[in-house]
């Protein structure tokens, strides 16, 4: 199975704050590499594909890069819907893994 | 956009069989551009993808599970099921139904539903 390993596990940010998460893969995926977005109580949410698109309706505020085994979700300006956990998921290879997820929170 | 929801019991007696059904709406089930999965997460803790199918019946399962996994789709009802047999305590999760891709993203989830597993 292919490991997916996010950092940090946590960070506390602020509104207006840019931050960065990182996904590695235990080996190489191409850019077969999903971000989902996760707030309390609430289904995930798809975000970006193939490294770097984004889902239809997400704001532009998200950006993903990567290829190969390194990844990053960016969000540019930190905004309050924004709190919530990240994961990362890769689909190059079944069976479909995820990361252990990011959690965002308000400093 | 197409809406998935799931249903099914809330609690599952230890050793019984989970049964759980996704309807699809806003969208056909047999569409080539998709396939249909299901993922769980435990209370307070990460995403683990169990398995997906295409619309023709063919299924991908995690081998963690696959001995104790089915799933099937009904293109009449547009509908897909999972079946979790001798289910355990360590089974007691959110499970959510999903749509993906035909490279395999998800791109839309269903609400889920909580299954608990007790005695």
């Known amino acids: 199975d292919i490991q997916m390993t996010q950092s940090p596990s946590s960070l506390s940010a602020s509104v207006g704050d840019r931050i960065t998460i990182t996904c590695r893969a235990s080996q190489v995926i191409s850019n077969y590499l999903a971000w989902f977005q996760q707030k309390p109580g609430k289904a995930p949410k798809s975000l970006i594909y193939a490294a770097s698109t984004l889902q239809s309706g997400v704001p532009s505020r998200f950006s993903g890069s990567g290829s190969g085994a390194d990844f990053t979700l960016t969000i540019s300006s930190l905004q309050p819907e924004d709190f919530a956990t990240y994961y990362c998921?890769?689909?190059?290879?079944?069976?479909?893994?995820f990361g252990g997820g990011t959690k965002v929170e308000i400093k | 956009q197409p809406q998935l929801q799931e249903s099914g019991p809330g609690l599952v007696k230890p050793s019984e069989t989970l049964s759980l059904s996704c309807t699809v709406s806003?969208?056909?089930?047999?569409?080539?551009?998709?396939?249909w999965g299901w993922i769980r997460q435990p209370p307070g803790k990460g995403l683990e993808w169990i398995g997906t199918i295409y619309y023709s019946g063919y299924t991908y399962y995690n081998p963690s599970l696959k001995s104790r996994v089915t799933i099937s789709v009904d293109t009449s009802k547009n509908q897909f099921s999972l079946n979790l047999s001798s289910m355990t305590a360590a089974d007691t999760a959110v499970y959510y139904c999903a749509r993906l891709a035909v490279t395999t993203y998800i791109d839309y989830w269903g609400q889920g539903t909580l299954v608990t597993v007790s005695s």
């Open positions: 998921q890769q689909y190059s290879t079944y069976p479909l893994t």
């Open positions: 806003g969208g056909s089930i047999s569409s080539s551009n998709n396939y």
